[in-house]
């Protein structure tokens, strides 16, 4: 896990990110959900849950959007940065069916997802999902992602329209 060395370093990472963290596994994101749940209701709440799977999303993650977080939201500037730009621009691929290989393609968005840097790349582009909304609570793990949404809350705010 030394890639990930720096974003622990300097507190980066979201609090509700269990990938990749020291000392944490599947146990904790669980643990996180049942607190959520109980929490709720003893302040009878409702809860809902929502899970997503995010493994089509990787060739989803637009680059400029991930630079941009990059620079603002993680520091990185100058060389560190031209290198991941260098990583993710130029690519191509091709398909191969029954000895039959397509002609190459350019890839304008996404990232590798089963390479290591990839997953760290696309953890650094959701690593702020947390923060976009006070009504829900989103808890990430590997490629699913539990969205929490408080009821309550939301028919509070639909009540007011």
Known sequence: MTEYFYLQEYKLLSKYQFLFRPRSSTSYAVESIYSNLLSNADNRLY???????LSKAFDKVNHNILFDKFYHN???????????????????????????????VDISNGV???????????????????KSSAV????????????????????TICSIW
């Open 74 to 104: 993680f520091g990185i500037r100058g060389i560190p940065l031209q290198l991941f730009r260098s990583y993710l621009s130029n690519r191509k691929q091709f398909v191969t069916l029954e000895n039959v290989q397509a002609g190459l």
């Open 47 to 53: 809860s809902c849950s929502i899970f997503l799977d």
């Open 112 to 130: 590798p997802q089963w390479s290591v840097l990839g997953r760290l790349l696309f953890v650094m582009y959701i690593n702020d999902l947390p």
């Open 136 to 155: 829900y609570t989103v808890i990430q793990y590997m490629l699913i992602i539990l969205i929490f949404v408080y009821l309550i809350k939301i028919l």
